[in-house]
Each structure stands twice: as C-alpha cells, then as structure tokens.
C-alpha cells in the first residue's frame, strides 16, 4: 500500500472525501518528522503499534570499497521504529 492507496481507504473508513483524509495523513506524517527532528532520545509512542524513535549514530572509520583507503562517515541521527507486541505477532 502506498500513500495515495492509504489516503483513499482512509477517506472510506471516515466516510468523507480524499482531500480531508490526506490532510489528517499529512498531519499525522509532520508531527512524527518535527517531534523526531527535535534529536537523540526524542520519540513518539502508539500504543498497540509502535514507537518512532530518533537515534544518534556517530561517525566512524570505514574504507572505501574502491580504493581500500580509510575514511570517516559522518555522524547523524535517523529514526526507527519499534513494532509493538501486537505487531511483531503478525
């Protein structure tokens, strides 16, 4: 499913139109990214489906796989998400 399909079931699960569904979508979809954004350690729990986690990755050594020379990656932080019990069950 992508987000144009999810948009359309919830659209006739509410029993209203695309436009207003994709507005709660896209809502829901900026308030996980802006709390996530905030850094490490920052995340957002929904109960009975998962945790959105955001989580410091420093840099490290690496080697090119071209020229086998050491090099360091940059340090960034991403996010993860954690299924609940409910989902891992699936």
């Given at each position: 499913m992508n987000k144009k399909e999810l948009i359309a079931k919830l659209a006739d699960h509410m029993d209203t139109n695309q436009s207003v569904a994709g507005d709660a979508v896209?809502?829901?979809?900026?308030?996980?990214?802006?709390?996530?954004?905030?850094?490490?350690?920052?995340?957002?729990?929904?109960?009975?489906?998962?945790?959105?986690?955001?989580?410091?990755r420093p840099s490290r050594e690496m080697r090119n796989p071209q020229t086998g020379k050491p090099m360091m990656s940059k340090a960034k932080t991403s996010a993860q998400?954690?299924?609940?019990?409910?989902l891992k069950d699936l």
């Open positions: 896209n809502g829901v979809f900026d308030l996980i990214v802006g709390e996530l954004k905030k850094g490490d350690g920052h995340e957002v729990n929904l109960p009975g489906f998962g945790k959105f986690v955001a989580k410091h998400f954690k299924p609940s019990a409910g």
